[in-house]
């Protein structure tokens, strides 16, 4: 169990969604999307969700993308735990461990094309049961169902829930 976390630059109308996407991997490798927020809300909210999320399905483990424009938002959810922020959020009785992801010179169309080989075996399972009734959930099927690899941008206009799936 385990949640990734990517953020956007900027707070505009027009600006990618900062996400948080929970998730889970079988012994049989099988990936599991369980919980997905996504939202062009502000740090403070992006912060909150995630932990709200985290406290809900008691995960360990909170995974932020790290790029040169995130950095301090990284820092600040590894502040939420060390100072214990948490509590003040409401969140005494668990508190998810902080990690980095550095996505390294990777174009976002190829880190989402990894996962081309779970789609083709079966081996990523997404409630399909909520795409009519959660936005996020509606977004990244339809991210799915449109992502074209050979295209620029994998034909997609918006990646961010796509992409935070890519992150496991």
């Known amino acids: 169990l385990f949640m990734t976390v990517d953020t956007a630059f900027t707070e505009k109308s027009t600006s990618d969604r900062r996400c948080a996407c929970l998730m889970a991997v079988d012994k ?65 009785d668990f508190v998810p461990g902080v990690r980095e992801i550095r996505p390294g010179m990777m174009t976002k169309t190829d880190k989402i094309a990894t996962l081309d080989v779970r789609f083709e075996h079966g081996l990523i399972k997404i409630p399909l049961f909520l795409r009519n009734e959660k936005p996020p959930i509606t977004r ?29």
């Open 140 to 168: 990244l099927c339809d991210q799915v169902e449109s992502f074209n690899p050979d295209v620029a941008d994998g034909g997609l206009e918006k990646d961010d829930e796509c992409d935070t799936v890519s992150m496991s």
């Open 28 to 92: 049989d490798n099988r990936l599991f999307v369980l919980d997905l927020w996504s939202d062009r809300k502000g740090d403070n909210e992006l912060l909150k969700r995630a932990f709200e999320m985290c406290q809900r399905w008691r995960c360990p483990s909170i995974h932020v993308e790290v790029v040169k424009e995130s950095f301090k938002l990284y820092q600040r959810f590894r502040q939420v735990v060390h100072t214990k922020i948490t509590e003040e959020m409401g969140f005494s």
